[in-house]
DNA sequence: CTTGCAGGATTGTTCAACAACTCAGTACCG
DNA sequence: CGGTACTGAGTTGTTGAACAATCCTGCAAG
């Protein structure tokens, strides 16, 4: 038997699909999944013992997915007090788009040696919000939003910034949640989407950059004014 | 008494000082410290009882410090089978510089704008190294090293990146327990870095982000070979 | 040489207990 | 009336034990 039949690299690609995970994983999966569609809302509690008990899961089990999710940021843990749902304030909006200026712009810095493929995903991203706009799917529209900006800095090809720009759109979605009005925040940057789509599609790199730049000073802006009213 | 006293914000400042934290962090801090300095080696299994045992926490405990390693990427969790001290392959490496080239190169980008002690900072860094080479003393190097581009990425005043800085370089260093000779690896990049600190100093920042660019092409380069000498 | 099958060892998860701590309410005191 | 100290209930922090599920090793059979 060769040492590399060809089967044996298509059975290791599934490995993954067959890792069980556990308990505290898919508890720690659930959580995040209710926290970002704002099921729980910023301060919230979540006390061991009810948590536990909803979940039927032991506050052992309990308390390593709530690690789990304190290590992410979603969660912020109060020693003796308890966990609660991540409140963000303007100085954390104000550092995850600089985060994000770093990861999104370097990523369309390195577009010119990025896989054409790549660039295909970010142009689908915004063909799907520009679908769900006129039906007024506005959720969708946000989904596809965010999903069109992780594709921007997939142009890196790198496992580990796809994972960092996972985490911070996870808590920029804490941020989303005090925006009211969803068409007024989605709607107009569907535009500006197309247009850094198109100009990373005809290969315009440098202009499609300072495009970027622009769009996150503008949705910084409308977030942090967001911030304000509800801060007055 | 008004609603912001001086000596308020310098409490506040002190909390953290204050703020006991639990066993398993501290657990996670002590094997994260043992890990980076090589008393652990990569793929070192760590086992529930015998650590336990060792350290005088219970299995509860230290399964809550596993859970936040492993979040960081210094060791592996494989079900069933017990946690794994990280062994890193090529692909990591070339990951980590990617990482570390969109990290470096944005905060040299943001150095115009960064404060002057921040670019001082850096200069120290340099300083420290070159004092510590003449005295053979190359752990304090490495460490004033890793520091030097810590420095950098503080450039950007971001607490997050700051944070990512110190995930990405704590998983390096389990990479740098391959290199066997500590001069060869650390001594050439004290003038690089020289190099570099000066430019910023001067506010050459065009110059300086190619120099870092070319530092961490030599310095990935050094580390890939050195890991092909040993899986050969 | 491979396959199948114990047996032992380790991890996954739960439960119960107690210590340590926070918080709200209350009594006390000036 | 305002402030302080204290008490008790409730929650979290940590431990230890228990059992189920799984992995690994070694051996026997084919």
Redesign the pocket.
């Known amino acids: ?1 060769a040492a590399t039949d060809p089967w044996v690299d298509l059975l290791a690609g599934d490995r993954s699909l067959l890792d ?7 508890v720690a999966d659930l959580l995040r999944q209710r926290i970002i569609e704002g099921a729980l809302p910023p301060g919230t ?6 948590a ?1 008990r909803a979940l ?9 997915a ?1 690690r789990l999710l304190v290590h992410e940021r979603l969660l912020v ?7 609660f749902v991540r409140v963000l304030d303007a100085d954390d909006i104000v550092d995850l788009y600089r985060t994000r200026r770093v990861l999104e712009t370097s990523a369309i810095r390195h577009g010119p040696r990025a896989d054409a493929e790549r660039i295909a995903a970010i142009d689908a991203e915004v063909t799907i919000a520009e679908k769900a706009a006129p039906q007024e799917r506005w959720v969708d529209v946000g989904t596809a939003n965010i999903r069109f900006h992780q594709a921007v800095t997939g142009l890196l090809g790198s496992p580990r910034v796809d994972d960092i720009m996972r985490r911070v759109v996870a808590e920029l979605r804490l941020a989303f949640h005090v925006m009211a009005r969803p068409r007024e925040f989605h709607e107009p940057y569907i535009e500006l989407n197309r247009g850094i789509a198109d100009l990373l599609t005809k290969g315009e790199f440098t202009e499609a950059e300072s495009r970027m730049e622009s769009y996150l000073d503008i949705a910084e802006a409308q977030l942090l004014d967001a911030y304000r009213q509800i801060a007055r």
């Open positions: 038997m069980r995970t556990s308990t505290a994983e898919r509690r979540l006390s061991e013992e009810s536990g039927s899961v032991s506050r052992n089990t309990l308390r390593e709530f843990h109060e020693f003796h007090r308890g966990v």
